[in-house]
């Protein structure tokens, strides 16, 4: 991996987030937008929706496909990237950066335990391909 991705946690749905505090800022791995191709819209949810490990949050559109966005974490959306509204190129473009998805508080910080670190991803991808 080419950028510095240490502190992002990953989950086996290609998510990935960033935690600072008790927030998780999520969104799809360098990976996911490659295998989907040019993202032409997002489905994502609003302000204030609760999000449930393992349970879908979204759709992402692609000129391929149409796949379901998945919670790697609990808790309640308190920011959505309203940019990516009028961009959604910038999932592709910036997946880690400007292409975030929804930002969290977190329900309970113990199921950042059962994610997946920048190493461990890549070798789960490694072995998906």
Do not use: C
């Amino acid at each position: 991996m080419s950028e510095n991705l240490e502190d992002l946690k990953f989950d086996k749905e290609h998510e990935w987030l960033r935690v600072e505090g008790d927030i998780a800022t999520v969104g799809i791995s360098d990976y996911a937008q490659d295998q989907l191709g040019e993202v032409v819209y997002l489905d994502l949810p609003s302000a204030g929706d609760s999000l449930i490990a393992g349970e879908t949050f979204g759709e992402i559109e692609s000129v391929k496909s149409v796949s379901e966005l998945y919670s790697p974490v609990s808790g309640e959306v308190v920011e959505v990237n309203e940019d990516i509204d009028g961009a959604p190129e910038n999932v592709n473009s910036d997946p880690y950066g400007a292409g975030w998805m929804v930002k969290v508080r977190l329900a309970d910080p113990s199921q950042l335990d059962s994610l997946m670190s920048a190493e461990e991803y890549e070798s789960f991808v490694a072995n998906e391909a």
